[in-house]
């Protein structure tokens, strides 16, 4: 069932994270205002603490935890963001933490959760193989399980994403909005249309990471295969949550190549001189390949996170100098 956070409910989280997570900029960006035809800003969660927005719902999620669950620690499951976000969380409420990440997670998001002080298990072959194993070390172990993609607390943490875009600009017609399992999509959606339900909400995904856009068209949970991908971040499957999330708040979802992503991965750096990773990228790929024509303006597009290989980013920007 989907969640039933509230607008007050990101409110309260986003005084939670007063002093926690950074309040970040929201800056125009004039070329791709000339493309759209109309104002469009980029949400800079790729300068977030960590490195992503998944501080937001991490620590929303610990800091809620009762007493006794803080005790017995918490275990999770994470390309590497939601990690870095729930190692950064535990240390500064003194809870014991376990992250597991598939062996494909990037070194930059593994040797970052191990210096924040959690512990990391990287045996699984890739995201949905370390997502069962953590909910089965929760079991045996008695910590609480995190999700990286449900929960109310999750939901309202990541919701102030748009909390902070409408504070800083009122005027916004269309969000766009990456999307993996559904965790930051569905906590921006719920808010933003709760103050203005005009607002459209675009998610954006790579082609190699299209489970929610497979799911939502069958209206069902479709498997997708797991190929190697740049947006790392949104690979793997969605559950019942993250369905019904894409079903009931998404107004469309486009999806661009790989060859599109590292395109505007390599574009972004030169233009506006950010390091954001593939995951990050996809609804910045999506405008820059067309594939948001007529989307009203002004627009916001989230750049969710930075945490990319130095060689990997090195390597697009030599491929599309």
């Given amino acids: 069932m989907f969640t039933d956070v509230t607008a007050d409910d990101v409110v309260a989280a986003a005084r939670r994270l007063t002093g926690v997570a950074d309040h970040t900029p929201l800056i125009k960006s004039d070329a791709l205002s000339a493309l759209a035809g109309g104002d469009v800003y980029l949400k800079l969660e790729c300068a977030q603490r960590t490195g992503s927005f998944k501080i937001r719902g991490a620590y929303n999620t610990l800091a809620t935890l009762a007493d006794a669950e803080k005790q017995n620690g918490v275990v999770t499951a994470s390309a590497g963001n939601h990690g870095l976000g729930c190692a950064w969380a ?63 607390a999750l939901f309202a943490g990541q919701g102030t994403v748009a909390k902070e875009i409408l504070d800083d600009q009122p005027g916004i017609k269309s969000l766009v909005v990456c999307v993996g399992g559904g965790g930051l999509v569905g906590g921006i959606a719920r808010y933003a249309k709760s103050v203005n339900p005009s607002i459209r909400v675009v998610g954006a995904q790579s082609d190699q990471t299209d489970a929610m856009a497979r799911s939502v068209k069958a209206g069902k949970l479709v498997p997708v295969p797991v190929p190697p991908t740049l947006a790392d971040g949104l690979a793997g499957q969605i559950d019942a949550t993250g369905l019904a999330v894409g079903m009931s708040i998404l107004d469309d979802i486009v999806l661009v190549t790989e060859e599109e992503l590292g395109q505007a991965i390599a574009w972004v750096y030169r233009e506006h001189g950010l390091v954001v990773e593939g995951a990050g990228a996809v609804g910045l790929a999506a405008m820059r390949a067309g594939k948001l024509r007529g989307l009203a303006t002004p627009i916001a597009i989230v750049l969710s996170g930075s945490n990319i290989d130095d060689e990997v980013h090195s390597q697009l920007l030599a491929r599309w100098p």
């Fill in 90 to 152: 535990a240390r500064e409420l003194g809870i014991a933490c376990v992250v597991f990440v598939p062996t494909t997670s990037p070194l930059v998001k593994q040797r970052g959760i191990r210096e924040l002080g959690a512990t990391v298990e990287s045996s699984a072959a890739d995201y949905d193989e370390a997502h069962a194993a953590a909910i089965e070390q929760a079991r045996v172990s008695g910590a609480t399980f995190v999700s990286p993609t449900d929960g109310d």
